[in-house]
């Protein structure tokens, strides 16, 4: 690929809503929103996206803030990822979208990439996209028609697609709060720090007292067109006590649950075997002492 | 929309106003349009991390950044980070233990170096590396830019005892 300067663009500075609007209404589909720009304008200096106009949303209030209430988190889609990383209803409500930050990209990147803007490009290898679908989490999206709420699993439709319309954007996230049964982590196998990952998995599943898992969502990144939340591996989990043997019939439903495709890193088996390698590592952290000494 | 942009904003302690097209970023603004060019253009899609400058305290691409989107921001390019001397026993250190090569990267490392001396006092020589993988050194000089920004952080803890 070739990279050279950016082409020539307009550029309108959005700083409300109805602002977002009307700029929409006048550009149409040459315009392009702009958030925190961290791939948008990669792809501008190889000339693989050419908007007219970029419409800068950065400055809209409406779409920024985090709060919880009523067991819900709600995460405004301009959250940008080093705040995601130290924000403690985050830590507290969501841990896995604290964990998850390390593992994207570099800090000066994170500094600027937002939520919204990663949920909205859905790379199949990133790690947000995997998060929000284990979390169980609802997109809130928002156009001049008004606002509709999207499952997060049903939000990515396929390769760098999305169930976002002509002129809609995402506002925000809402989370449901973690419990104290709730377990989760993120965990993946890069090439180099801060690389998208060759292979990853978001796993989140529920605990009681006596280890058996209910709610399991093992959700993989990298391996598929977009996240993708292991049914067959979840359904192996649910309603037994969490074992090495429950693990091991996760790791084995994972042959129905994944059909990865061969990419720059390997082929379709190098990739399951990873899934393989990252179920154990995810869950194994959830095995109880006397598992993890057996 | 237009393809020039009015912005007035903060540039190493200097209010500086320009009219700047669109399409320009962080990075061309600074060099070419007010010459400092301690800020390097490597890459130009994010990548290498010889653009790093900080933009309202924090550290960015910036060659990801527009420049019409800066408004009211407050930019601190290497040129103003040198001024102040936040950073004058790092950049010795980088002297001391030759971990300026060819010189390329060496901005963007200071630039990302200083952000471990702030936010990250404590950090392991592992941290270290892990907060500058966004920033490649084509010398290869790792160790020695490791050892620098270790070396500056065991000096402070030890002056601050």
Known sequence: ???????????V?????ED????QAAHGGSAQVLAGGQTLLATLAFRLSDPKVLI????IAALRGIGAQGGVLRIGALTRHAELGRDPLVRQHAPLLAEAVPLIAHPAIRNR???GGSLAYADPAAELPACVVALGATIVLASARGERRVAAEDFFTGLLQTALEPGEIIAAVELPSA???????IVEVARRSGDYAMAGLAACLSLDAAGTVAAPRLVFFGVGSGPVLAAKAGAALAGRVLDHAAIGAAQMALAEDLDPPADMHGPPEMKRHLARVLTQRALGRFLPASEIAA | MSARVDITLTVNGERVTRSVEARRHLIDFLRLDLGLTGS???CEHGVCGACTVRVDGEIVRGCLVLAASLDGAEVTTIE??????????????????????CGFCSPGMVMAAADILRHHPGASREEIREHLSGNYCRCTGYQAIVDAVEQTLKSRQEAAR
């Open chain 1, 1 to 11: 690929m070739v990279r050279m300067k950016w082409p020539a663009i307009g550029y």
């Open chain 1, 13 to 17: 500075r959005a700083t409300s809503l």
């Open chain 1, 20 to 23: 977002l609007w009307t700029a």
């Open chain 1, 56 to 59: 800068d949303i950065t400055r």
């Open chain 1, 113 to 115: 990439g937002t939520i």
């Open chain 1, 179 to 185: 419990t104290a049964a709730t377990r989760c982590a």
């Open chain 2, 40 to 42: 390097h253009a490597g």
């Open chain 2, 80 to 101: 103003g980070l040198t001024d102040t001397g936040e950073v004058a026993d790092l950049q010795d250190a980088f002297v001391a233990r030759n971990a300026a090569q």
